[in-house]
């Protein structure tokens, strides 16, 4: 409750969780506010916003924009928590076997991030998505697999602070299992700074999605805000509400992500918190 009524004074934090609220709410009322699909032609191509109950206009077929902007924040949303949270997965498993063990997996398990890190993750991104079919779960598994690198190393930076501390060798005086102690017990110590850069790495995923989708490699039965802006970029002067409303969407989304995560940051630092109460 504390850490709830302190977030709650962070200013920038609750401007970002509104946003993201906002964001989600849009994304969940989508099917019921545009029962017609994104797809589907419902007016005369190049509509201007506001005209023929277009709100946000139509595009070179006539199609939707608010309903492809409502639609694509749930193809964002989706991609960039479940990137995060598979990105999550591999660094933390990653981080804490090199922490904890030490040694020889600690010197390969860090060689392999830091090989991973020397390839720009958007190229490495655009290498497995051409490789594969180019769809929703090959889209999730890239983003998470070029995504982990930075949560492998803090974890790890938080498994060496933790592990020779008292508690924890205190269950290795009782004789507790390696498993236990790292899940039971260090793991819990280090979550916080993990779920601050996993929420910061959701903002990554949505624009590396949307790069993605803008080069023609999102998955091609979705619409996703990158796709709309790739498809409204021949015609921005004729039709420039085709690319500045999905552009809009994206950097709303990803500023309130970064709000929220800044102001969790903060929240969950202790000197932070005693500084602000």
């Known amino acids: 409750m504390d850490t709830v009524r302190a977030f709650l004074r962070h200013p920038s934090g609750m401007i970002g969780l509104v946003l993201l609220l906002v964001v989600v709410v849009v994304a969940i009322i989508a099917p019921i506010a545009f029962p017609v699909s994104p797809w589907e032609m419902v007016g005369a191509p190049f509509t201007p916003p506001g005209e023929d109950g277009l709100w946000l206009g139509g595009d070179t077929l006539g199609r939707d924009v608010a309903a492809g902007v409502a639609y694509g924040a749930r193809v964002s949303l989706l991609i960039g928590i479940a990137s995060a949270l598979a990105a999550m997965a591999i660094g933390v498993v990653i981080g804490a076997m090199s922490g904890y063990f030490g040694g020889k997996i600690d010197l390969v398990l860090m060689r392999m991030t830091e ?163």
């Open 115 to 277: 090989l991973f890190q020397t390839i720009p993750a958007f190229v490495l991104a655009i290498l497995l998505v051409a490789t594969f079919n180019p769809s929703l779960l090959t889209i999730i598994l890239t983003i998470g697999a070029v995504s982990w690198p930075p949560l492998a190393r803090l974890t790890r930076a938080e498994f060496l602070r933790l592990r020779h501390r008292e508690f924890v060798e205190a269950a290795l005086c009782q004789g507790e299992r390696t498993w236990r102690i790292v899940l039971g017990h260090i793991l819990p110590n280090a979550i916080s700074p993990i779920l601050v850069v996993t929420s910061l790495t959701v903002a990554t995923a949505i624009l590396l999605e949307s790069a993605l989708s803008f080069m023609g490699l999102g998955d091609p039965n979705l619409m996703s805000w990158g796709f709309m802006i790739g498809a409204g970029r021949t015609v921005i002067r004729n039709a420039w509400w085709m690319s500045v409303f999905p552009g809009l969407a994206i950097l709303v989304t990803v500023l309130a992500i970064n709000l929220f995560g800044e102001g969790l940051s903060d929240v969950l630092n202790p000197r932070v918190s005693r500084r602000r109460s």
